[in-house]
C-alpha cells in the first residue's frame, strides 16, 4: 500500500524525525488555512506547492489541461496568495510524470509546506533486500535527482548499509551512513539519531520501502526530509490498523482494486493479452511466452489454488473489462486446483459478459479431462492448447 507524501511526513513527525511544517489544501480551501503556516515563515516566506499523486517524478511532470498554468506538480511560490492561486491551478487536473504512464493520474489534493535554506541535497532510503533478507539502507550524496541515473553513470556513489534483522539497528549503521554522506558535526550526530528513528519506523509499521529524496542540510548545518515516498507491506496491515485510514483508493488501479475484493493477485499492464494463471510463478512464465511469442500481456493474474468458481467467474470479467484486451489465455495446471472448477468459472464467465474476443485454454492436471468436456459441451468458441507454447502460439496469432 502507497501513501502521499503528506501522509509520509506526518508519520516522520510522529518519530521526531525533521520535516517542514506544511498543511493540504483541497478546493474548498481558502487564503485563512495558510495563514497560520505564512505566520510561522517569518518576514519573507517562502512555499512549496506539490502535487500529492502515488507518482514520482512530479517536479518535471506535465499538466494535461492549458489553464493547469505554467511549471510541473512542484511549484515555489513567494506569498501566500500565490501559494493558494497555484494550488488551485494544479486541483483537479490530470499530472503526466515518468511513472503514471501517459494516462497520468488525477490531483485531488496538494501539499503545501514552507520552503528552506538548501546547503546540500542527499539520498537516503530504507528497503526490505530480499537477496540479504535483512533491511537495507540506500544513501547518496548526490540526491535530488534520479538515483536510477545516478546508479547507471557512477554506482560507486551509492551505498548500501545492510542491517542484520538479528542485530538490529546500532548507532555504528548511524555513523556508516552520516561517513557516506559526508556529514559532520552536528549534521553527523543528527544523522545517527535519525536513522535510528527512521529504521524504527520501518519496522514498527511493517513498511516496504521509506525513500527521502532529497534529504537536506539547511544552512544551520541541520537535515530536513523535504520529501517523501512510503509502502507498506498490505499483508501486515492487521497488525497497523490505523494505516489502513490512509488508503487512497482513488489513486488505485480499478480493476486491481476489484480483483482486491475478491482475494485476486492481479496487476494492470500495457499488452494486448488477458491472463488467468493459477500460481505466481506460472502466471510469470505464461507472461515470458507471450513475449517470446511476438506480444504483450495485458496483466498479471494469480487466481490462486483455492479459486471457486465465482472466484474464476470474478477474474475473467475483470480481465475482459479492459478494453487494450484483444486475446485472453487461460493457462491451469491443476494441482490443488482442479480444472473442472477453472472450466466451469470460464463458461459461467462468457456466459455473463459475453465473448468478444479469442479465447485459447490450456488445462493440465486434476480432473483434466471432465475441464475440457465441460468447455467442450458449453457450445462456445474456445480453441484448445495442448501446452503452453502451444497455447502462446494460438492466442498470438488469433490477435494478429
Known sequence: ??????????????FDIPVQPGIVLDLQSNLASLKTLAEQAGEEPVFAVKAQ???????????????AGDGGGVRISKNANDALEEAH??????????????????????????GCSIVKEFYLALLVDRSSSSVSFVCSRKGGMDIEKVAEENPTDIVTIIVDPAERFSDHHGRKIAFALGLKDAAFKQCVQMTRNLYNLFIEK??????????IMTKNNSLICLDCKMSFDSNALFKNKDLETLRDITEEDPKELEASKFDLNYI???????CMVNGAGLAMATMDIIKLNGSEPANFLDV??????????????????DKNVKGILVNIFGGIMRCDVI?????????????????????????????KEIIEQSGLNVITADNLNDAAAKIVAQIK
Open 89 to 114: 491551478k494544479m486541483l483537479g487536473k490530470t499530472l503526466v510524470t515518468k511513472q503514471t504512464g501517459d494516462g497520468g493520474k488525477t490531483v485531488n489534493k496538494v501539499y503545501v509546506e514552507l
Open 343 to 371: 472450466a466451469e468459472g470460464v463458461v459461467q464467465a462468457t456466459k455473463e459478459v459475453g465473448l468478444k474476443v479469442p479465447l485459447v485454454v490450456r488445462l493440465e492436471g486434476t480432473n483434466v479431462e471432465e475441464g
Open 304 to 321: 490462486g489454488g483455492g479459486a471457486t468458481k465465482e472466484k474464476v467467474t470474478e477474474a475473467f470479467k475483470i480481465i475482459t473489462s
Open 268 to 274: 494492470s499492464l500495457d499488452g494486448e493479452i488477458g
Open 53 to 67: 499523486i502515488h507518482a514520482g517524478g512530479r517536479g518535471k511532470g506535465k499538466f494535461k489541461e492549458n489553464d
Open 206 to 215: 511493517n513498511c516496504d520501502m521509506i525513500e527521502i529524496n532529497p534529504l
Open 1 to 14: 500500500m502507497n501513501i502521499h507524501e503528506f501522509q509520509g511526513k506526518s508519520l516522520l513527525s510522529q
